[in-house]
């Protein structure tokens, strides 16, 4: 059983770290609001496993809430960065573009029908949701693996290696 458990973590940990990367490192299919994968690495999934490494005793806790929101938010932000300039065709500035965003509300709500306003805020809230769980359940497969001192090194080691290397590409 002790065998069998361990597989299935290793499994669960290859699958959270497939999961949360393929997250963050999607790009555009331009010009459309579609994604796909970018066969990249992500940088925050290297800081988050490091940060779980070295703060373990906590890592469960983090994982309840604080690094599943955040990561639904680091999500939202690439997702934005990523198909604004496919589909406005320039780059989206928060600062500049958010003042715009009442009156592109009510154009939307004089031009869709009330059924499809609502069906799209029912399907960004269920969107969202479901985002937070696969990030809460993937990031907790991590933090499980991160009970067991091997576990925790090689994935803290893999993890800093990968930020020496981001570092040295700047």
């Not at 002790?2 to 499994?11: E, P, Q």
């Not at 290859?14 to 490192?25: E, R």
């Not at 703060?55 to 938010?73: E, F, S």
């Not at 009156?103 to 031009?111: C, F, G, H, I, K």
Request: with cysteine; net charge positive; proline share 4%.
């Amino acid at each position: 059983p002790a065998l069998i458990h361990r597989l299935r973590l290793a499994v669960e940990v290859v699958v959270a770290l497939v999961l949360l990367n393929a997250s963050l490192t999607f790009v555009n299919v331009w010009p459309t609001p579609k994604i796909r994968w970018g066969h990249a690495l992500s940088i925050e999934l290297a800081l988050c496993v490091l940060l779980l490494a070295t703060a373990h005793r906590m890592a469960l806790t983090l994982t309840g809430r604080v690094l599943p929101a955040l990561w639904v938010i680091l999500i939202t932000g690439h997702y934005l960065d990523e198909t604004a300039p496919g589909i406005y065709g320039r780059e989206f500035n928060l600062y500049w573009d958010s003042q715009h965003l009442g009156n592109v509300t009510a154009m939307l709500a004089r031009a869709a029908p009330v059924w499809l306003i609502a069906l799209s805020v029912v399907s960004l809230i269920a969107a969202i949701a479901v985002a937070f769980l696969v990030a809460r359940l993937a990031l907790r497969w991590i933090a499980s693996a991160m009970e067991f001192p091997v576990a925790r090194r090689v994935l803290g080691t893999a993890a800093a290696v990968l930020l020496v290397i981001f570092g040295g590409d700047t």
